[in-house]
């Protein structure tokens, strides 16, 4: 496994998702957030595009850059994608949530049209793909409304507040139902296309991770479905249930990171 490209990975995926899902829920990250979101998610992407080139030829100059970029699928996506990630960047300077929105998604769904996703033909090969960007956003507003969620937790203490935090909570709570729901279906249909089977035995380093990811996916969904039956109805009178619940949406982005970690590594393998 290349350290150097699955660390660049976990930056990218970190700051793309956490970005466009925090934008896609409807918090009100701050400008300052905004720009250094969009601005690692660039920096990483061009980081990432390097240490491809390096690994296919060998090198890391202009000519190599030249030949994979210009010569190759992943070079041609790439660059579009930078464009597309320069684009946000000065989107996120000018402060345009929904363009930042919608060009943070397109930058996430491209990503299908790399990695595994990318090496099927035909019919079945953009359904993949279509499958693989639905996974990716679906991940994204899961991970990334986390934060603005804690946010509107911590608000919620205070009696002014109250009403636009419990509004924001419930906003997440509702869509992420339908998230988690569309994760499972799409990561399933995911494996499906990618290996025919259950991921078993882990005689791989890929269906390691896989695994791995699996279950930090059910782990994550118990963890929602505690906050959201047994501690969430009761934050209004309780504050032990409040501050379970916000431990508990604290433990999910943890999980979050891990699975974005285990995916970093084993898509690199």
């Known amino acids: 496994m290349d350290a150097a490209l699955a660390l660049d990975r976990f930056a990218h995926f970190a700051a793309l998702m956490s970005l466009f ?27 990432w595009g390097a240490l491809v080139t390096r690994n296919i030829a060998g090198a890391l100059d202009f000519d190599a850059l030249a030949d994979v970029m210009l010569g ?40 299908a049209l790399v990695g595994h996703a990318a090496m099927q033909t035909g019919a079945l090969g953009l359904a993949h793909r279509l499958n693989h960007a639905t996974h990716i956003l679906l991940a994204a507003f899961w991970l990334g409304g986390l934060p603005p969620f804690l946010a509107s937790l911590a608000a919620f203490a205070a009696p002014e507040r109250r009403a636009d935090a419990l509004a ?5 709570s509702r869509v992420g139902h339908f998230a988690v729901a569309g994760l499972f279906v799409s990561g399933a249909v995911d494996v499906a296309f990618t290996t025919g089977a259950l991921p078993w035995p882990p005689e791989s380093p890929y269906r390691l991770g896989l695994i791995g990811k699996i279950c930090v996916f059910f782990i994550m969904t118990m963890l929602a ?11 209004g009178r309780s504050l032990s249930a409040r501050k379970a619940l916000f431990a508990g949406a604290v433990a999910e982005l943890a999980f979050a990171f891990a699975a974005l970690a285990l995916v970093s590594g084993f898509a690199t393998g």
């Open 21 to 47: 899902g925090a934008l896609a829920y409807g918090g009100a990250p701050t400008r300052r957030t905004t720009v250094t979101l969009a601005a690692l998610a660039l920096a990483s992407a061009l980081a």
């Open 72 to 111: 190759t699928e992943f070079g041609l996506v790439w660059l579009a994608r930078l464009a597309l990630l320069a684009a946000l960047f000065a989107l996120a300077w000018s402060a345009r949530r929904r363009a930042m929105t919608l060009a943070s998604g397109a930058a996430l769904a491209s990503l």
């Open 168 to 172: 924001q909570m419930m906003r997440f």
């Open 225 to 235: 479905l505690a906050n959201r039956y047994a501690f969430a109805p009761r934050i």
